[in-house]
């Protein structure tokens, strides 16, 4: 079945510096690839997402860039902030979707960042 | 203000004792799903459902059930916990453009 590999699994940053976290998808039909954050104590949030149909998604410090040819996509945060210390995780959507492609998502197994100030 | 509510946050229970975490939205969303959330394993879909009285099982529905007789509530049911279902659960609720998480249900079974 789908497969979703997300690295690194921890990642600690100088706050200012920049964090790219990368995953990986197996399923070549996927076409939707959202990010989620998960603050402590709290349910995951929808921070950023992307389709098949670009190649990169910006919103402010936050981008997402897709390469379909590899399977790959990944997140960008740039001038990282204490507050954006979170467990991110990434998302494929999934197999023989039958609906739009939200419904079914297929998780990475998150990735814990530490923005140290 | 739209949310998703679970209940309780925090259980702990014995093995074979029945339990139901309650799960509501207030966003009119036809589809919703539980979700268990293992470190290193990320989030892994339990059960789904597209409307009322429709459901399908996940990706790792051994050990539970589901019901959904009205549109803003889905609860999620364990009829004989046992200790590898201790994990932190997450019912979502999805619009066409995002699942929206509620806060997290953390369970204990001993």
């Known amino acids: 079945g789908e497969n979703v590999e997300q690295h690194p699994s921890t990642l600690s940053v100088q706050e200012g510096d920049s964090a790219v976290i990368k995953c990986t998808y197996s399923?070549?039909?996927?076409?939707?690839f959202p990010w989620y954050k998960q603050e402590l104590g709290k349910g995951p949030q929808l921070i950023i997402d992307?389709?098949?149909?670009?190649g990169e998604k910006k919103d402010q410090r936050i981008a997402v860039t897709l390469n379909k040819t590899a399977k790959h996509f990944s997140l960008h945060i740039t001038e990282t902030q204490p507050e954006d210390s979170a467990v991110y995780f990434c998302?494929?959507?999934?197999?023989?979707?039958?609906?739009?492609?939200?419904?079914?998502?297929?998780f990475g197994s998150g990735t814990r960042l530490l923005v140290r100030p | 203000e739209a949310q998703v509510t679970q209940n309780p946050r925090y259980l702990i229970t014995v093995t074979g004792k029945k339990l139901t975490v309650t799960c509501s939205q207030n966003?009119?969303?036809?589809?919703m799903s539980w979700y268990r959330q293992d470190p290193g394993l990320g989030l892994r879909q339990i059960y789904y459902?597209?409307?009322?009285?429709?459901?399908d099982k996940g990706d790792v529905p051994e050990g539970y059930k589901v019901s959904r007789k009205e549109k803003r509530n889905f609860p999620l049911i364990l009829e004989s916990p046992s200790p590898n279902q201790t994990s932190l659960y997450f019912c979502?609720?999805?619009?066409?453009?995002?699942?929206?998480f509620g806060p997290g249900t953390r369970l204990t079974v001993l």
């Open positions: 979502a609720s999805t619009s066409r453009r995002e699942q929206f």
């Open positions: 399923d070549s039909a996927s076409n939707y």
């Open positions: 992307i389709r098949s149909n670009v």
């Open positions: 998302a494929a959507s999934g197999a023989a979707t039958r609906m739009d492609s939200s419904y079914k998502l297929i």
């Open positions: 966003m009119n969303h036809e589809y």
């Open positions: 459902s597209m409307n009322v009285e429709v459901t």
